[in-house]
């Protein structure tokens, strides 16, 4: 009787009397804290938010755009509101869970939440403790079985979010376009003034760095540039310990890494005969002031895709041995151990000129080579989730695209389709399989395109 109790409570199907009876206008408590211009903790901790009535407190922490700094924050607030009467309260503390977004929680505090959830004794918190560890385990699964319309992402208002594609129509100069998620609006940004291919993106102290590659010689470089979104300018910034081209780039716990990639274009042994150069292990990391040499990889790797999740460093996929050796492998650097550590399970698929992009605890593995399926890694469990609650793939097939994910939603970016280079910027959700389109850019990023996602608090000045 319970389960089935709870099930109708996750689902909203349940309500008490007392949720039935008449009260004060539901909206006034948001009301209240738009116009107290208090941060979400703070306001949370006060008297009109701790002595609110159940349906104010729902209507309140069940919004898209409410700007609390972390899901397990909005967990935190309605536990406090249930603290002030516990014995009245305990009825719609329950009532009111599933407005916590599980899936959102940051991985170092959902076991936090969960211990805090046992404090409160009580069965059906011991039914929502077994959900949660069904959200984090597969929750694309669960939510395709559930159909709770609250649980995904909140569209957070704090916070401006501009999508950045580098690209080199027809292989020419390098251009740099903005999108404006707010105002769904292209805008050309300076073009780097160094055409290079095969260069690694990241956004880096706010700002897209773009690092090695080849010149229009093929020459591989050691050089690296940022732009400053707020300034529009690029600026040069330490050149690299060692030149690279196909590599990976990321930001982790404030520093720079470069990872694998290669360092010579052709190698040109005694017999005359070239052959593919050797594929890099090494890593580098910028601290904001110097370059050193890190703990190198356990393969070579070139071509690959490297991702942060759960605070490790992924890297994926790539060239090992030669052009033709594929891998399906991933490796993550942990930063508190120092060290390299492959991952049980491989890819499902070999890829090669695919792409990679995570939110919170989930990799997106997207495409490659004309493959236009999407598989996803749950990094806090560190495993893949079955093939059969997959519910998503792309609309279609192109090569050398760029790829992101902000706000629930996987972009894929320009490339080419069928040869041709395009404009035209597909998104998927991966909970729902809902996708749709961008308006075009004006001009094609061509075929070696790459995209970061930069974000701005709402009182920093971003030029429009």
Partial sequence: ??????????????????????????????????????????????????????????????RDDLTAPSEDRVYYALSRWYDVEPRFRLQYFLEMLPVVRLQQVPYYEFESVLKHMKSVSNVNTKIFRREAIAYRQGFARHRAVTGNPNQGPRLSQGVRKFLYVLGAPNGERQSLQRYDFATGEWRAEENITDARKQAAVAVFNGCVWVAGGLTADNEPLYSVCAYDPVRQRWSMEMNMNEKRYGFGLAALDGNLYVVGGRNAYKVQPPSGIYSDPENLKTVGIYDGSAWTTGVSMNKGRYALEVVVACGRLYAAGGWGTSASSSLKSLEYYH??????????????????????????????VVGGD?????????????????????????????????????????????????????????????????????????????????????TFPMHIPVPS
């Fill in 1 to 62: 009787m319970l389960s089935i109790l709870f099930k109708s409570m996750a689902l909203g199907f349940y309500q008490s009397p007392a949720q039935l009876a008449p009260s004060q206008d539901n909206n006034w408590l948001w009301r209240e804290y738009q116009q107290s211009g208090m941060p979400f903790e703070v306001f949370a901790r006060g008297e009109k938010f701790r002595y609110a009535e159940p349906r104010q407190i729902r209507c309140f922490l069940e």
């Fill in 335 to 364: 930063p508190e151990t120092s060290c390299w550590t492959l991952v049980l399970t491989d890819m499902r698929h070999v890829r090669k000129n695919f792409r990679i992009a995570a939110m919170d605890d989930l990799i997106y």
């Fill in 370 to 454: 004309r493959n236009h399926s999407i598989d996803e890694f749950n990094a806090f469990y560190q495993r893949w989730i079955p093939r059969r609650f997959r519910l998503f793939a792309l609309r279609s097939i192109r090569d050398g695209f760029a790829a992101a994910a902000s706000d629930g939603l996987v972009y894929v970016l320009a490339g080419l389709h069928h040869d041709l280079e395009t404009k035209s910027f597909e998104y998927v959700n991966p909970v729902t399989g809902a996708s749709g389109n961008l308006p075009e850019s004006p001009e094609a990023p061509g075929g070696d395109a790459k995209a970061v996602v930069v």
